[in-house]
C-alpha cells in the first residue's frame, strides 16, 4: 500500500480522533508507514480508526479497550500476530479480524483462520481492495484473495473419506494423508525438497515432516530407501 511516511515516530498506541461512522478498527503492525498508509486509507473511506499500535500487546489492549469492529492485525508483529488474534478472538468474539501479510503463504493463511480470523490479505492489497474487503467482513463475508479462497477449498475437498489414502507396498497395505500423497508422488520423482516446497507453497520444513512420516509408515530406514522400496513394488 502507498501512503509510507518514514518521518512518522512510533510510540505507545493512543486513541485517535476520527469521523463518527458506523465501523471502528483498531490497526496493529510494526511497518510505522504501512500504519499510516492504512490509516489514512481508512479514514478517507470513512471508517473510524480507534487506534494505531506496533505490537501483539498493544493490539489487545487496544482493541479490549475500544471493542472496535475490526482488528486489522499484522501477521509478523513483535509479540505474535498469531496470539493477539486468539486473545481478541477470545475475549471479544464480534470483533473481526483480519491479518495482514507481508506475503501470502498458505501455511501462514491456515494459521491464521485457526487463531480466529475472518480474512487474511496481502500488504500488497490495493486501497480500494482492502476497503471492500473491512466492509466485507463485517456483514459476514471473509476476506480472501482468490488465490487463498481456491487453496481453502481444495483443503476441504482433500478432508472427510478421501482424506486418507491407502497403497501397497511389499504387499501391506499402507495409510497416507492426501497431502503425503501428493507429496510421495514427487519423492518417486527424485525431486528436491526445495522444488516439491515450491510445488505445494508450502515450507521445506513441512515437506521434511511430511517425508519423514511417508518413511516411518513405508518402515523403511530413509528417504532413499523408500523410494527404492516403492520402486521394488
Known amino acids: 500500500m502507498d501512503g ?31 500504519r499510516i498508509g492504512v490509516r489514512r486509507v481508512l479514514a478517507s473511506a470513512g471508517l473510524k480508526v480507534l487506534a494505531d499500535v506496533s505490537s501483539a500487546p498493544e493490539a489487545i489492549a487496544a482493541t479490549l479497550s475500544t ?3 475490526i482488528c486489522v492485525l499484522g501477521t509478523q508483529i513483535p509479540g505474535n500476530g498469531m496470539l493477539a488474534a486468539e486473545r481478541i478472538r ?10 495482514l501479510s507481508p506475503l501470502e503463504r498458505e501455511e501462514e493463511m491456515f494459521a491464521a483462520l485457526n487463531a480466529g480470523a475472518d480474512g487474511y490479505v496481502a500488504k500488497s492489497i490495493s486501497a480500494e481492495q482492502l476497503v471492500h474487503a473491512l466492509r466485507g467482513v463485517t456483514s459476514g463475508e471473509a476476506a480472501l484473495s482468490r488465490r487463498m479462497t481456491a487453496r481453502l477449498i481444495r483443503e476441504f475437498q482433500t478432508r472427510g473419506s478421501q482424506r486418507r489414502l491407502q497403497i501397497t507396498v511389499a504387499g501391506q497395505p499402507v495409510h497416507l494423508t492426501a497431502r503425503e500423497f501428493e507429496i510421495l ?3 518417486r520423482r527424485d525431486e528436491s525438497t526445495a522444488k516439491i516446497a515450491e510445488q505445494f507453497r508450502i515450507s521445506e520444513v513441512t515437506v521434511r515432516r511430511h517425508a519423514s512420516a511417508i518413511v516411518r509408515k513405508l518402515g523403511a530406514s530413509d528417504r532413499r530407501a523408500a523410494i527404492q522400496l516403492l520402486r521394488a513394488s
Not at 7 to 27: A, K, M, Y
Open 67 to 69: 471493542s472496535p469492529d
Open 185 to 187: 508422488d514427487w519423492m
Open 90 to 99: 477470545e475475549a471479544l468474539p464480534a470483533t473481526k479480524i483480519v491479518m
Open 4 to 34: 509510507h511516511d518514514p518521518g512518522q515516530i512510533e510510540g505507545h498506541f493512543e486513541v485517535l480522533d476520527g469521523p463518527d461512522t458506523e465501523v471502528s478498527v483498531v490497526i496493529a503492525d510494526d511497518d510505522v508507514g504501512m
